[in-house]
C-alpha cells in the first residue's frame, strides 16, 4: 500500500489519508484544524491528482475528520463517499454549521476565501454519499480486480466506524477515532480480532497515563459532587463540550443525576448546535440500535436555550449549570463569552470534561493558577481565576493501553501511528520496539510505500 498522511501541521488536525492498493486511489476523511482558518486549515488536497481518487471513506463526523470533505469531493466528483448511516445524517448538519461559521469569520478574520465551499458543493457532496451497513463487506472494482471495504463500530461518537480493507487476500485497518469504552448514549467499539497485514492507529492518548483505580464512573461521580458544590454555594457551573456527542451524554448524565437526586433542580442551558444535533441523534436512535438517546431527556431537565442578555465579562444573568460549545474555549464561541462572566466569582465552577489542545484558551486556563489573571485576548477582558477549575478524565478516545493490547491481537505486519501529538506517537513507538512490532510513524506529505 502506498500511504500519504495529507495534514500538513502533523499531529491532530486537518486530518486527511491517501492511499494506494492495487490499482485502487482512495482517500479516507478530509477534516479542517481546529486551530486554523481559512485555506491554512485544509489538507494538502493538491497531492492527490484531479480527479484521481476511485472513492472517499468517512470515519465520522468531527469536523477534524469532515470540515473540508466538500471541497475534496468537490476536486473528485466520480468518486462515490461512503460513510455510515448516523454519519449521513449528522454530516449535513455539521457542515451547515461550518459553513455558517465560515461565512461570519469572512469578516471578523479578513479572510478572503471564506467560505471554503458553497451550498451547491455541499448538494453535489450528498448525491455522491453511499450509506454502507456495518460488517458487511462492501466489493468495489476497478480494471478486472476488486477491493473489499467492511466497516466495524468504533463507539466515539455516534456513526464513527473504523474500516477494513481487503484486496487479494491482505487487509488494511484503519481504526479511525476510536472508543471501547459504553457510555450512557452510545455502545463501545466492536472490532474484528482476525489478524490483518496494516494496522493505521489512532494515538490521541499516548501521552496520557490513566491513574490505576481511576474510572470512568468515578470521574462522574467527582464531577457531580463539585457542580452540587458549586450551586449548594450560591454560583454557576459551566460544562464547555462539543456540540457533537458530549453535549447530548452529558444531557444524559445530568438527568440521571437529577432524578437521583444527587443534583438539586437547577436551570441547565445549551448551546444551539447541541440543541439541534439532539434531534438529529434521537432520529439516529430510532434506526441505529448502537445510540441510546432520546430528546425528551430535555423536557425532563428543563434545559433551555442561553438567556439573550449575556454580556461578556458581566455577571450572568440567571443562575444554572451552561452546558456549551466549544469544548476547549475557542475564542469567542458560546464557553469562550461565559467564562469571561464566570471565572473572577469564587462560588462558581468551571468543569472540562474533554480533551484541551493546550494551545487553545481552554487549555491555557487550566495552566493558570488560582487568583492569577487570565486574559480573554479576543474580547480584551482580564479576570481573576477565583472559579474552580476542574477537568475529568471523560475521554472520547481509547486508553493508550488498550489500543496496545488491540494491535497485539490483531499482530499485523505492520503499524502506522496516526491521529496523535508527538510525545502521544513518540510512547508508542517505545513501546512497539520493545514488543519487536514493527510500528511506522509517517511524516506528513511523504509518501510510504509498506
Ligand atoms: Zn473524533
Ligand atoms: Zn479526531
Redesign the pocket.
Known amino acids: 500500500m502506498k500511504f500519504t498522511d495529507l495534514n500538513p501541521h502533523g499531529g491532530?488536525g486537518a486530518?486527511c489519508t491517501y492511499c494506494q492498493i492495487g490499482p485502487f486511489r482512495f482517500a479516507l476523511d478530509s477534516?479542517l484544524h481546529p486551530k486554523h482558518a481559512g485555506n491554512d486549515s485544509v489538507p494538502r488536497h493538491d497531492q492527490i491528482d484531479p480527479d484521481g481518487l476511485d472513492f472517499i471513506l468517512l470515519t465520522?463526523c468531527?469536523l477534524?475528520?469532515l470540515g473540508s470533505l466538500p471541497l475534496l469531493s468537490r476536486k473528485n466528483p466520480r468518486a462515490p463517499v461512503f460513510l455510515s448511516y448516523p454519519s449521513s445524517i449528522l454530516a449535513r448538519r455539521m457542515l451547515s454549521n461550518s459553513l455558517a461559521v465560515m461565512k461570519r469569520q469572512r469578516s471578523e478574520l479578513n479572510l478572503p476565501e471564506l467560505p471554503l465551499y458553497g451550498r451547491a458543493d455541499l448538494l453535489a457532496l450528498y448525491d455522491r454519499m453511499e450509506i454502507i451497513p456495518i460488517e458487511e463487506p462492501v466489493v468495489f472494482e476497478k480494471n478486472g480486480q476488486a477491493i473489499e471495504i467492511t466497516a466495524y463500530h468504533a463507539g466515539?461518537v455516534a456513526g464513527a466506524v473504523s474500516f477494513e480493507l481487503t484486496h487479494q487476500g491482505k487487509s488494511v485497518f484503519f481504526t479511525?477515532?476510536l472508543l471501547f469504552n459504553d457510555l450512557r448514549t452510545l455502545d463501545g467499539a466492536q472490532l474484528p480480532r482476525h489478524p490483518v497485514d496494516l494496522l493505521v492507529m489512532?494515538t490521541?492518548r499516548g501521552g496520557a497515563e490513566r491513574p490505576p483505580g481511576q474510572q470512568r464512573e468515578g470521574e462522574i461521580t467527582r464531577l457531580l459532587e463539585d457542580i452540587r458544590k458549586a450551586l449548594s454555594r450560591g454560583g454557576s457551573v459551566l460544562i464547555p463540550v462539543f456540540a457533537l456527542g458530549r453535549m447530548q451524554e452529558m444531557l444524559v448524565v445530568l438527568d440521571e443525576a437529577r432524578k437521583n437526586k444527587v443534583l438539586p433542580p437547577t436551570p441547565v442551558f445549551c448551546s444551539g448546535l447541541g440543541m439541534d444535533l439532539v434531534n438529529h441523534i434521537h432520529q439516529i436512535s430510532q434506526n441505529f440500535n448502537r445510540v441510546h438517546f432520546k430528546r425528551k431527556v430535555l423536557r425532563s431537565l428543563g434545559a433551555q436555550p442561553l438567556p439573550r442578555r449575556l454580556q461578556p465579562g458581566e455577571p450572568l444573568p440567571m443562575r444554572g449549570i451552561y452546558l456549551v460549545s466549544s469544548g476547549m474555549l475557542v475564542e469567542n464561541t458560546p464557553s469562550y463569552m461565559l467564562a469571561s462572566s464566570m471565572l473572577g466569582d469564587d462560588r462558581n465552577g468551571l468543569f472540562f470534561v474533554g480533551y484541551c489542545d493546550p494551545s487553545t484558551p481552554g487549555g491555557q486556563l487550566l495552566e493558570t493558577e488560582h487568583g492569577e489573571d487570565f486574559l480573554f485576548d479576543a474580547i480584551d477582558i482580564r479576570q481573576k481565576v477565583r472559579a474552580s477549575l476542574h477537568r475529568y478524565d471523560l475521554s472520547g478516545?481509547a486508553d493508550r493501553d488498550e489500543l496496545l493490547a488491540y494491535a497485539e491481537a490483531v499482530s499485523p505486519r505492520k503499524i502506522i501511528l496516526h491521529?496523535g501529538d508527538p510525545d502521544a506517537r513518540a510512547w508508542f513507538l517505545q513501546k512497539f520496539k520493545e514488543r519487536n512490532l514493527p510500528a511506522l510513524d509517517p511524516e506528513p506529505l511523504i509518501e510510504y510505500d509498506v
Open positions: 491532530i486530518n477534516g465520522h468531527h477534524d475528520h466515539h479511525g477515532d489512532e490521541t478516545h491521529h
